[in-house]
């Protein structure tokens, strides 16, 4: 769930964060491409206590077990500088933060109570500057958050003593969901990957005034955001002419070695059948069958003869293997014909 909230409805327009409708709107959709099947996004004056409370319960409910919720929260807060920090809903009224705000320390727990298996990631752009009615709006950061248990985690544009510069961390977040936030390059970014992303990001655009901090047990290595969902499909661009060319060459030289291969076992094949007709030509017949010279003598030729087959058959078996892998068509494995006659 996404909620951008440019004016809380008493607030004076000079405290509007311009721009939050814009950013929900665009991370909503970034959120959608990285793997998220129910994504609300409640901006304007519909985002109030019970619209976002509504939404973020369905969320909970919607999300299969095992599954994460990610609530992202760009708006004002209140308190946080006195220990009572609130998020402000866009009817929200100071003077009555008990029906109009979200008190960070108890609403963990409440959600806890319908989280069972699942995972809860808030992300909180919740401390700008000025002040309303002499309270400055200084919202919750991740530390002011009550968190127990591996499946709850909290990001906040800055940490203690800080303030946002608006729209700097919503835009690095939608980056990093983009796929910017895969340190690794693996199509998926984790918790661990997210903060890094995050702190560099946001760190080095606001001119080191920003220091996005974290809370909550949530590992670094939890998988948030699928990369690869947001892959380019197909264009018609034209053809960059190197491609496939290293394809190619590595077909063409497989099927070199094909051919070699083959023709090598065919001459020792033709040599092996060369020599078995030679001998059997100076063999006679005998009580006992063929009698083909020396005994010793003719142990050794009748070796030469049998390893010039096998070495034959195997070289051309192999050569025609490698010719049909090069097609395509089949894999097969090494085989052997012994090709020797009997003397």
């Known amino acids: 769930m996404v909620v951008g909230i440019e004016q809380v409805v008493d607030f004076d327009d000079a405290l509007a964060l311009t721009g939050a409708h814009d950013r929900a709107a665009k991370l909503g959709t970034a959120l959608e491409g990285a793997g998220y099947e129910k994504v609300t996004v409640l901006t304007g004056a519909g985002a109030t206590r019970e619209a976002i409370q509504s939404a973020l319960e369905e969320s909970i409910e919607a999300t299969a077990p095992g599954g994460t919720v990610v609530w992202v929260f760009e708006g004002h807060g209140i308190g946080g500088d006195y220990g009572d920090a609130h998020l402000l809903a866009a009817d929200g009224r100071v003077d009555a933060l008990a029906t109009t705000g ?10 806890f109570r319908m989280l069972d298996t699942r995972s809860l990631l808030v992300v909180t ?20 958050w ?13 940490g ?3 303030t946002a510069i608006p729209g700097l961390f919503v835009e ?11 340190g690794d390059g693996d199509g998926s970014t984790t918790t661990g990957e997210l903060i890094t992303f995050l702190r560099n990001q946001v760190g080095n655009k606001s001119g080191g005034r920003m220091h996005p901090a974290r ?8 998988p948030l955001f699928t990369s690869l969902a947001l ?19 590595s077909s063409s030289m497989l099927r070199t070695v094909s051919w070699g291969t083959m023709i090598a076992g065919t001459v020792s094949g033709a040599t092996s059948i060369g ?13 006992v069958g063929l009698i083909c010279g020396d005994s010793e003598a003719y142990t050794g030729y009748k070796n030469l003869q049998h390893i010039t087959g096998w070495v034959g058959g195997g070289l051309l078996l192999t050569g025609v293997g490698l010719y049909v892998l090069d097609a395509g068509a089949l894999k097969i494995g090494l085989g052997a014909v012994h090709w020797s006659g009997r003397f």
Do not use: W
Not at 102 to 111: E, G, N, S, W
Not at 147 to 158: I, K, P, R, Y
Not at 215 to 222: F, L, P, V
């Open 102 to 111: 979200f008190d960070v320390a108890r609403l963990p727990a409440d959600l």
């Open 215 to 222: 809370a909550g047990k949530m590992e670094d290595h939890y």
């Open 125 to 144: 752009d919740a401390v700008h500057a000025g002040d309303h009615q002499g309270t400055a709006l200084i919202g919750p950061v991740a530390t002011d």
């Open 275 to 287: 020599l078995y007709a030679a001998k059997r030509s100076e063999c006679v017949s005998g009580d």
């Open 160 to 162: 203690t003593g800080q």
């Open 172 to 182: 690095g977040l939608t980056e990093a969901v983009l796929g910017a936030g895969d």
């Open 231 to 249: 892959a380019k499909p197909a264009t018609n661009e034209v053809a960059d002419p190197s491609a496939g060319r290293s394809t190619a060459s």
């Open 146 to 158: 009550y968190s127990s248990g591996t499946n709850f985690g909290v990001l906040s544009a800055v």
